[in-house]
Every structure is written in C-alpha cells, then in structure tokens.
C-alpha cells in the first residue's frame, strides 16, 4: 500500500534559525496537506499542494510539491516559539485515501 | 465559527465495556473521517463516510469496532468491547469534496480515551 515517510523525526532548532521537513511518499500523489498539531492539540490544516513543482508560501512558511509529485516539503525561515508543534504531511494518490506521515516534532530554544 | 464538535472529550472505562465516540462535523461538509492518534502509531485513518455513505473502513478493527452516519449532523465511532490496546486520542474530522479533488480536514478536539 501507499507509503508516506517524513523526515527528521525530530527537529531541535534555536529561535531564528531555519527548519525543513522532507515528506516522500512510495507513490505518486494527487495532492499533498500539510498539518500543524500543537502540544495537546488537535491537527490543524496548513495548505494543499496539487501541481508538480508548486511552490506556495505563507508569511514564513514555502511548501514545495516535488516535480515527479512524490515528494514536498515544509521551510520555515527564522523559527520562533509558536512554531513548536509537530508537522504532518498527508498524501493522496489518485483512487485512494490521504495517507499521514508520521510527522517532524519541532522544538525552538528560545 | 464553525467547528467539529467531538464527545465525550475524555473517557476512562473498563475493559470490555462499550465506549460511543461522537462528532457533529461543520455543517454542509459531505465527508467525515475518524482517526486514532497514538504515540507508537501516528494518525491512523480508520474510516471515512461521503455524504453519509462509508466509503473506506479498511483501517478499523471490524471484530469490534463500528462507524456510522445515522444522520448529516452526527457520526459515532464505537468500540465494543473495548480493550487496553485501543487507549489513544480519537479524532474526527470532516471535509467538503467536490469532484476528485478534496479539501482541508477540519479536526475535532479529539477524545482521549483510556482502556482499563
């Protein structure tokens, strides 16, 4: 079945600096989601990526959709402490279901 | 402000006791999902309803585990009997699909549910 993998797991990073995380995804996808879940939290949508090689950008956040439509990621330029919270990609192939990763855990030292 | 309404949001129960998980997604979304969260397992699909129809329950443990869309304003997720194992964060979440693409899931607050 589909597989979507993320990396890093973790991610521990000093307020200012800039953080990625890589999701792929052993097929190709129809759309990719981006989610963000708080500490406690519940996960909360980010955006949607649908066009090979898209590039959107959300105040410091640019996701990327891969040009095969396998891969994307998340940047985050200059962190701060309400970035922390754990990213979740979800990938959806053609005929199917969106497939989670299982996400990159962001801290930021303030 | 629109919002996926989930209950209870927390429930400790014995073994082998049936627990009813229930969610009320934003008016006019045509699909509802349930996810399981767990530390070992991540977010979990375990089922997913369009326009009250189950379209995928793949991921659910069929022995025990049931879902289903009585109504437009209600979905239940229930387990019965319930084991230790099935201890997680339950979410619902519910979405407006037109066509063949899909749109952002709108997640509940999540039931946190303990398996005695």
């Known amino acids: 079945g589909q597989q979507v993998m993320q990396i890093p797991q973790y991610q521990h990073v000093q307020e200012g600096e800039d953080f990625t995380t890589y999701c792929n995804s052993s097929t190709t996808l129809s759309n990719i989601q981006w989610y963000k879940q708080r500490p406690g939290g519940h996960p909360v949508f980010l955006i949607q990526?649908?066009?090979?090689?898209e590039v959107k950008k959300q105040k410091r956040l640019t996701f990327q959709f891969g040009e095969a439509k396998k891969n994307s990621s998340l940047h985050i330029t200059a962190t701060q402490t309400t970035d922390v919270g754990t990213y979740f990609c979800a990938g959806r192939a053609n005929a199917g279901k969106s497939t989670f990763g299982d996400g990159t855990t962001l801290t930021v030292k303030p | 402000d629109a919002r996926v309404t989930q209950t209870p949001r927390h429930k400790v129960t014995e073994m082998g006791q049936e627990v009813t998980m229930r969610c009320q997604p934003i008016?006019?979304?045509?699909?509802v999902f349930w996810y399981r969260q767990t530390m070992m397992q991540g977010l979990e699909l375990l089922a997913y309803?369009?326009?009250?129809?189950?379209?995928?329950d793949s991921g659910m443990p069929k022995d025990r585990f049931s879902a289903e869309m009585p109504d437009a304003t209600l979905a239940t997720l229930k387990i019965q009997p319930s084991e230790p194992r099935d201890s997680a964060v339950y979410f619902c979440?519910?979405?407006?699909?037109?066509?063949?693409?899909?749109?952002?899931?709108?997640f509940g607050q999540g039931t946190r549910l303990t398996v005695v």
């Open positions: 990526l649908v066009k090979s090689g």
């Open positions: 979440a519910s979405g407006l699909v037109i066509s063949q693409g899909n749109t952002e899931a709108f």
């Open positions: 008016l006019g979304h045509n699909t």
């Open positions: 309803f369009r326009n009250r129809a189950p379209l995928d």
